[in-house]
């Protein structure tokens, strides 16, 4: 088949692929995983988007993800109608906050933007453990009864929007909202004086970052029935997780996230399930982050021809190029 | 009047407290002037300081008090080990994404709380020094006095060990070789580089200076908090919420800025409630970035030239 022809349809066919799946008669935990490393797929793609292709790095996506979660949740708790609807009204509520993040965070730069982060995610975490009498605190929202037992339905719909995410990112960034994000990365001051309004851009990078973030999160909620502030907030398993699934498979590159959040999952999963080791499954996360940063700077997909050689990267650039 | 009594209390243990906080933040301000980075492992460091005084304690029985003095050199060691061998070398590596230095220094965080869960258990733990609930009262000293105020031992102790540590450490910047070139590398890295700065020893040495004043503060805090593994993390928050109240890399600000966040946290946790004093530490750190993006360095500037 011709190469080029192939790279233009690889997306398609592996989401043909994924859609029999289910029919495959995989166990359950299979799904799970399978399920996990589509949700952390988005999660990646939508940090690559603000971290990746805007350079604006992040320690606190748990805050959107958290909050998507939490408005589902909410409005299953609350409003007493179905956590579903949390998908579609955490695209308003995350778009207001990241307004107002954006409003904050965005006049700082580099290192201060990503303290700034970091630190709303904490205040996310802890305004949500105290406001008992909305949030439940530490006790937690669950839903009683669950949509499907079965695995197949949530597997569709988190497919449908990792899909959607894989196609609405490479859309954004081939389009000129793109080059201005790259544009900012690579040279702020340089950005801002060829007439480009550094701030909204970096705020449009931002809303579409969080949005995409707290679907993922909405989903979570739904998947999984049971959030406390602990689960969806927390700095070190999801924050920070998310910047090293990016880091792992490739900043600003398409397949990285994905990559990435393959190899996360299901390193996680191992690690976890090992005698005695599993205790210490923060410690080798910890060593492969500091290895990928000091060997493999730009993740597996960016670096792809240090590791595989010359050869196939060349085929490969072509594929990957932002 | 027991209104007046609890306020100057709160009022009291927030600043004991805050002479303490501005002891982590010094030494991130140091880092944060020399290298340009956050040290989001500034909490885990002080973390292990914290373990070698503890263990210290269990097995000779020496006062926190007294393994200042051993866990500050070992952590100045390890600190320096961790410039040379981890974060010089990811200086000279090209990659996309920005700030390599902070993101592998919170890998370094999650390897040390996780090794300390690991081979400590994840038990809370103190030091049960003999003087841990000694204080002094007004009443002791002044019979009729209206109002009663106390004064806890460790806490005061501790206090006045940090003021010391701090007036050492800034003769040591104002009046040594080394501690000028620290200041200079900080101001004008290239400055620094044509007077003849060796300005990679100065970084080495600036992040053993920021590790063992970090080791101080955990062997302060030691008599008077407990201990466990993830408790770096909430000292880290500390340290880098100070760092930008006080101005990023200011020494002075990071002083005024220990004092601010403690008398804060004391009376958001006394009148608001002390579930939200962590709130309340971001609460004001993003005030201090969206109203006093210089921090306080920039006012005590502001000050100097007006005249």
Redesign the interface.
Known sequence: MNKSLLKKFLPLIIFIILLVVPFMGLSSYLMHILILVLMWSVIGQAWNVL??YT?Q?S?GHAAFFGVGAYTAGILYQHVEISAWWGLPVCIVVLTLLSLAIGY??L??R???F???TL??G??CR??A??LVDFTRGNLGIMIRERTWVDKTWFFYIILLIAAGTYFLVKILIESKLGYYFVAI?EDQDAAESLGINTTLYKTISLCISGVLTGIAGAFYMNYMGYIDPGVVFP??DLS?TT?MVV?VGG??TYWGPIIGAIIMVFLAEVIRSLPYIG?????I???I??CI??FL??GIV?DFGKLVGPVISKWWKKDTSS | MAQLELFIQTLISGFLLGGLYALIALGMALIMGVMRIINLAHGDFMMVAMYIAFWLFSFFGIDPYVSVFIAAPVLFVFGMGVQKYLLTPVMKVESILPHNQVIMTVGMAMVLSNLATVFFTGNYRSVPVSYASSAWYLTDIWKNSPIELSLSLPWTLSFVIGVIITIGLWIFLGKTDMGKSIRATSQDLDAALLMGVNVNRTRLVTFGIGCALVACAGCLFIPIYYLYPALGKQFTNVGFVITVIGGMGSTNGAVIGGLILGIFESMTATYIGMGWAPAGRFIIFVLALVFLPGGVASILRSKRLGK
């Open positions: 971290g990746g350079g790095v320690f904050i965070c006049r700082l580099g290192a201060y990503a303290l700034a630190a709303l904490e205040i802890v305004t453990e105290n990365r700095l070190y920070i910047v880091m900043a600003a205790a210490a499954h923060q410690t996360f910890g060593v982050l500091i940063i000091m700077p730009n960016g």
